[in-house]
């Protein structure tokens, strides 16, 4: 190689490493959300990694998913991205417990290249194979469903189940979660232990920030046609519902 080639190809080097300078140290991690809330299995699920992020300085990389379970109806809502989050192995656990409506969560951050890479809810099928699998039937009916209220919650798609001995109240939120690019709004109703907020004490699950507002779904406040009216447009289409079933 001449000499005048070699300082060409070196100071090509220079220019590449000197353009690379400010990433130094930073890390690149895998940027993805996803909701789903229609024929959702633990086996069918998967998640497509088509994009990356480079994060700042000293931020790690971030996946977070929500299983929801009411009845038969199945939502996942997760998160992937960078953080400021210490790093932590793998964690997976129940947040609300069956039986009845349940929401359990994976977590994982980490700081090593594109390591927040799970693509399936295999975790979940690990946690679930040590449930119960036949619960006490109760005498009690609930309105059922998981997913967006003008979609998987119109009135045709609300089921009617049996509830669980031990869950015997009905329940009904309207949950937002919000994370980066990730801001999904969903209706969740099914058979509780207590209707109280279901994730009172969870805030924020990873970097997911979680709202959480009641329905009422009381037999004497839904035969008022005064509370459907106070409330979102699709909460007027659910009261007939309501009154029927009661």
Request: glycine share 4%; aromatic share 8%; proline share 6%.
């Amino acid at each position: 190689m001449r000499l005048r080639d070699l300082r060409s190809l070196q100071l090509l080097c220079l220019l590449e490493a000197i353009s690379l300078l400010p990433w130094t140290g930073a890390l690149l991690c895998y940027e993805a959300t996803a909701s789903a809330f229609r024929a959702v299995t633990l086996h069918n699920w998967n998640w497509l990694l088509l994009r990356s992020m480079v994060c700042k300085l000293r931020e790690g990389c971030e996946e977070t998913i929500v299983f929801i379970e009411t009845g038969t109806s199945k939502g996942i809502v997760s998160f992937k991205g960078c953080t400021t989050a210490l790093s932590h192995p793998p964690q997976i656990s129940y947040l609300v417990s069956p039986p009845g409506v349940s929401v359990s969560s994976y977590s994982h951050v980490c700081r090593t290249y594109l390591c927040n890479n799970i693509t399936n809810l295999e975790p979940f099928v690990r946690l679930k194979a040590s449930e119960s699998k036949h619960p006490v039937p109760s005498t009690k009916f609930c309105p059922t469903c998981v997913g967006r209220h003008d979609q998987e919650c119109l009135p045709n798609f609300v089921t009617t189940e049996t509830c669980p001995f031990a869950a015997s109240s009905c329940y009904s939120s309207t949950l937002n979660f919000q994370a980066g690019n990730l801001n999904t709004t969903f209706l969740i109703m099914g058979c509780v232990r207590e209707s109280h907020k279901l994730l009172a004490n969870f805030q924020h699950i990873g970097s997911i920030r979680v709202t959480e507002a009641i329905n009422i779904l009381d037999k004497s406040e839904a035969v008022d046609a005064g509370h459907c009216s106070q409330g979102p447009p699709w909460t007027i289409l659910l009261c007939p519902l309501f009154i029927i079933r009661a």
